[in-house]
């Protein structure tokens, strides 16, 4: 029996499945395609954030996280520059801490 995935995964992936007595089929993506898995499984994980709570979202938020580290690898930045500018961007235009939802804009005149 066979089970069709046609996805990007994790590393370790193709030896765990042979620890479990079964036989990966894998192959490496270019960059071109590589991104593409890779902004693919961004909106998976997305999906799965919202179906997930507690121990659960933390888990696939890692997962996200992960997923933002290569896609800024393929950059040329780190996680760490993504970091720095969400930092820039939270100092300029502020963070979410103070749940401010934005109803309407009224035009002075």
């Known amino acids: 029996m066979e089970r069709i995935y046609n996805k990007l995964v994790r590393d370790n992936i193709p030896r765990i499945i042979e620890s479990k007595g079964k036989t990966p089929i894998t192959r490496i993506l270019d960059n071109n395609i590589y991104k593409v898995e890779l902004e693919k499984k961004l909106n998976e994980e997305y999906h799965e954030v919202l179906e997930a709570s507690g121990d659960d979202r933390i888990e696939e938020l890692a997962d996200m996280l992960e997923i933002m580290r290569a896609l800024a690898k393929l950059e040329g930045k780190t996680l760490q520059d ?10 300029k235009r502020g963070a979410f801490k103070e749940k401010i939802f934005l109803e309407k804009v009224i035009e002075r005149k």
Not at 82 to 91: G, L, P, Q, R, S
């Open 82 to 91: 993504v970091i720095d500018c969400a930092d820039k961007k939270n100092e």
